[in-house]
């Protein structure tokens, strides 16, 4: 079983929705991320949590939020889509320290 | 502001020859630098990384190369096959301070092995 899931793996959603990306990790890190891929842009971080108690922002939060429910549980939910949050959407662990991050296999979001 | 820059989108290499993956930072803070590949519907997957007391890594056929004072990394595959063909990101993160532990990518460079 891969050691970081996400769901769903793709999502079509309309303008003005609220949707909900789900990320769930079994590597027993404390620390979690979500970032956006766009074309030419690379990985841009959204939010990051480095414990269940603790949530930061990102280089581009605006018009995202997330929840920590658990150590290996952190979502993150657009409360309404747009269509420029149209991106592939990548979860991301990692222990301690500035070390490699364990990545998800990725939602495509698509928003019309 | 872009502090992590791989300004080559795409790199085309024949099978068996060196490939050299370039990255600039911006950043004098960065301490510690890593390669991450990106096949299509997967994750990206770590690769290789270097502390910047160091001024090579090398990992079978992969090899990073750090010139700090040229705030300059690079990532040669020797010899390259063309199951090396996939996007190739770098990545650099801080020791230390409230970006403890957080990466900032690059934009990616495409990698295509020819057979």
């Known amino acids: 079983d891969a050691d970081v899931t996400q769901t769903p793996r793709n999502r079509i959603t309309k303008t003005g929705k609220r949707i909900m990306l789900e990320c769930s990790q079994t590597?027993?890190?404390?620390?979690m991320y979500w970032y956006r891929q766009d074309p030419g842009l690379g990985l841009r971080l959204i939010y990051y949590?480095?414990?269940?108690?603790?949530?930061n922002k990102g280089e581009i939060s605006d018009g995202y939020s997330v929840s920590r429910q658990a150590q290996a549980k952190f979502s993150l939910s657009l409360e309404s889509a747009i269509p420029n949050q149209t991106a592939l959407y990548f979860c991301?662990?990692?222990?301690?320290?500035?070390?490699?991050?364990?990545f998800g296999p990725g939602t495509r979001l698509t928003v019309t | 502001d872009q502090q992590v820059k791989q300004n080559s989108p795409s790199l085309s290499v024949q099978e068996g020859r060196i490939s050299i993956l370039n990255c600039d930072y911006t950043n004098s803070m960065f301490d510690y630098f890593l390669w991450y590949k990106k096949y299509p519907a997967e994750g990206p997957t770590f690769l290789i990384s270097?502390?910047?007391?160091?001024d090579k890594n090398e990992d079978g056929r992969f090899t990073v190369f750090l010139n700090k004072s040229a705030k300059h990394l690079s990532l040669h595959i020797v010899p390259s096959q063309p199951g090396d063909s996939a996007v190739y990101f770098c990545a650099a993160s801080e020791y230390g301070g409230t970006s403890y532990g957080k990466l900032t990518f690059g934009q990616g460079t495409i990698l295509t092995v020819h057979p």
């Open positions: 949590s480095f414990d269940v108690k603790d949530i």
């Open positions: 270097i502390s910047s007391i160091k």
């Open positions: 991301a662990t990692s222990g301690d320290g500035p070390y490699e991050q364990y």
């Open positions: 590597k027993g890190h404390d620390r």
